[in-house]
């Protein structure tokens, strides 16, 4: 029946009709999907959920400040002191920043620091909703109106300053990103095929997924409150290419075979895609899963992105089962050339690397998975080293952006940041009590005069120091113990600190909730495909001691080698859901090919000819998802560095030594009580009459 389906997808007349609806619809989707970054919200604050105590203080703030509000310095400097002229003209400058687009308020300063070598001023914009994607533009004019020159610095920092500073960061990341993983995944794949034009096929049904997703995405952003933003975007198109030349290694390999078996192209692919697609299908479905597990986090933009990557990869998964099949039977053996799979040809798997490795772990497959799995625990030692308690704003960059030169510049000459603050709400009755509980905590500046309006307080003092610094985080935390401790003020605390601290705590709350929901959707997912509970067991186990081992080695990286200073709070859940995800792919594909060769070879045999006949295409699989995920280290935000870099490494480590060595090690000793309690778990010689064998491997003696 599904054999029927397949060849009714890629037969003569309908392989032109697949086509022919997946072009369409990929030109129609094209401009829509250049669309996606407009919709972007970058904005901290929107990123927290409703229930964070910044997010509930910012509804009480909008009587007295727009939470559109962006909050921008113009710092300047001359080291060895200010000249006259040099004040003249800052003061001259505020009349022209008062007279720019968006400039809310009165612009405040110049503040002179005490050394005399540095002054700011403070300057709020308002562009509405989508005001910080206007913050380069702004960040622009202001250096035309105070550039520097003659001995005089001048920097735009605050809200406004590192807003524009972000939007620099992924500046063209789309555009960037997707040259750079195409141009990665190309050589991999003429490496892999070996072929000048077969390569041609994946790359060219990757890009339609990724056109298709975008343009899907970019509708429920504006229309359904999905958010977007940078990061999210990133990572959808490293995902898509990376996962679909996945899925399409996988079926072209099996699709190769058949060709081998088959005259007929047509037959060929419906018994490819009759083969392939379960664990194409199941793959897909436990990333997808893993993603819209992120629904349950706090974050919203961590909640984001599961619908996002989700998104992507249902997309990815439809193209690479009805495009990509259409495009080979449409061109052709001649695709391959110039290893063209001739009929009855013989298959090269049979006598290649990964057939001499099964044979060598055959011999003492127990002593190979307890040696393997010892490394790698030594390997999770370097947990240890992890520093995930957030980074500052200095620390969250792998270059220093003009915002942080000028948050600098404030710290050395004893300036505050007037445009962070801590901002307080409380009931006008209390709110000297507010006030007078806030006096003496370290880490604050002078109270500027509270302002009063439907019965409550609002009450703002600027804050010493990064708004992402922990120092300011204990600040914070400070405030919010004197404050809540005002018998009936119901005080709430907030400001920038605030919500980078929500962000903080948030992340935390979802790491230990979103993990284990995680796990066990895997596990029953794998239960379902290999109806067994001692593999899925033993392949969770697997994936897990493959996230410890790479987290620990890429924690020892990030400290020694690269020289962070840490890494955010929601880095191991990220870390987690995409090694764990993508991890487990390469299982399923590894274990429904042992499950189909155990109905007619038996257990040890079946683990055998699974990875002599995998072994090469999950490699290349592999590589081509740590490569692209490596291509997220161009971008100079430390996160997407980490973030790249932990899931490169812990995928070479699950398709090198997991997946080949560990699992396969595993599958020989236990033999068929890995299928325990099914039908499965009856001794090696029990074969399915109605079996169909596939090909005739050649295994060891002392395996048959």
Request: proline share 4%.
């Amino acid at each position: 029946m599904h054999r029927q389906i397949a060849g009714r997808l890629t037969g003569p007349v309908t392989k032109w009709v697949v086509l022919a609806f997946w072009l369409l619809l990929a030109v129609g989707a094209a401009g829509f999907a250049q669309k996606l970054t407009d919709v972007q919200n970058n904005e901290a604050s929107s990123w927290l959920p409703a229930s964070a105590e910044s997010t509930k203080a910012l509804e009480k703030l909008e009587p007295f400040q727009d939470p559109n509000l962006i909050p921008t310095l113009v710092v300047y400097e001359r080291p060895g002191g200010l000249t006259p002229e040099d004040m003249a003209a800052a003061k001259a400058d505020v009349a022209e920043f008062q007279e720019m687009d968006g400039v809310e308020g009165e612009v405040l300063g110049p503040f002179p620091s005490e050394d005399g070598e540095a002054m700011s001023t403070l300057v709020n914009f308002n562009f509405g909703a989508d005001g910080w994607n206007a913050m380069p533009d702004v960040a622009d004019e202001l250096r035309q109106i105070a550039p520097e020159g003659d001995g005089l610095n001048v920097h735009i920092a605050g809200a406004g300053g590192q807003a524009a500073d972000a939007a620099e960061a992924f500046a063209g990341i789309d555009g960037m990103l997707l040259i750079s993983t195409l141009g990665v995944v190309i050589l991999i794949l003429l490496f892999t095929y070996r072929s000048p034009v077969l390569w041609i096929l994946p790359i060219f049904s990757a890009g339609i997924a990724l056109f298709c997703a975008e343009a899907l995405i970019y509708f429920l952003a504006k229309y359904a409150d999905l958010t977007v933003n940078g990061q999210s975007q990133a990572i959808l198109t490293i995902l898509v290419i990376g996962a679909g030349t996945d899925y399409a290694l996988l079926l072209v390999a099996r699709y190769r075979e058949e060709l081998r078996r088959h005259e007929d192209r047509h037959e060929a692919m419906a018994f490819a895609l009759h083969r392939a697609a379960p664990a194409i299908v199941a793959s897909a479905v436990t990333v997808m899963l893993g993603m819209l597990c992120l629904l349950f986090a706090e974050m919203n933009s961590t909640a984001g992105l599961g619908p996002v990557a989700a998104i992507g990869i249902a997309v990815t998964l439809l193209v690479m089962i009805t495009l990509l099949p259409a495009l080979l039977v449409i061109f052709g053996r001649w695709f391959f050339w110039p290893k063209r799979p001739l009929f009855r040809s013989e298959e090269p798997t049979k006598s290649g690397i990964w057939a001499k490795i099964g044979n060598r772990i055959s011999i003492r497959p127990r002593a190979v998975w307890i040696g393997t799995t010892a490394a790698l625990l030594v390997c999770c030692l370097g947990l240890f080293t992890l520093e995930a308690s957030g980074l500052s704003t200095e620390d969250s960059y792998t270059k220093e952006f003009d915002s942080i030169v000028g948050q600098k510049v404030l710290a050395e000459h004893g300036l505050v940041d007037e445009s962070n603050t801590v901002q307080v709400v409380a009931n006008e009755d209390q709110a000297d009590e507010v006030l007078a509980a806030m006096e003496g905590i370290e880490g604050l500046g002078t109270p500027r005069e509270p302002q009063s309006a439907g019965g409550v307080t609002f009450i703002e003092v600027p804050i010493q120091g990064d708004a992402a610094s922990q120092a300011t985080f204990d600040v914070i935390e400070n405030v919010r113990d004197a404050v809540h401790q005002v018998d009936g003020a119901d005080a709430l605390v907030g400001g920038w600190s605030a919500v980078y601290l929500d962000t903080k705590i948030a992340a935390n709350r979802d790491n230990l909730v979103i993990i284990p929901i995680i796990l066990l959707m895997v596990f029953l997912i794998l239960t379902v495909l290999l109806r067994a509970l001692t593999a899925p067991l033993l392949l969770l186990g697997t994936v897990v001691l493959s996230f410890g081992a790479a987290l620990g080695i890429s924690a020892m990286l990030f400290k020694y080698v690269f020289d962070f200073a840490g890494s955010d709070p929601s880095f191991p859940l990220f870390a987690f859901v995409f090694l764990v995800a993508l991890g487990i792919d390469y299982n399923i594909f590894l274990m429904t090919r042992v499950r189909e060769e155990t109905l007619h070879r038996g257990t040890r045999a079946g683990s055998l000819v699974a990875l002599t006949s995998t072994g090469g295409v999950i490699t290349s699989a592999g590589l081509v998802l740590a490569a692209t995920f490596l291509v997220l280290a161009t971008i100079p935000v430390v996160f997407l560095v980490e973030l790249g870099v932990a899931v490169a490494l812990g995928v070479i480590l699950d398709t090198m030594i997991v997946r080949s060595v560990l699992v396969t090690a595993l599958n020989l000793d236990l033999g068929s009580k890995i299928w325990w309690p099914s039908s499965l778990d009856r001794g090696e010689n029990v074969v399915a009459a109605d079996a169909e064998p596939t090909e005739d491997t050649w295994v060891p003696e002392h395996i048959r």
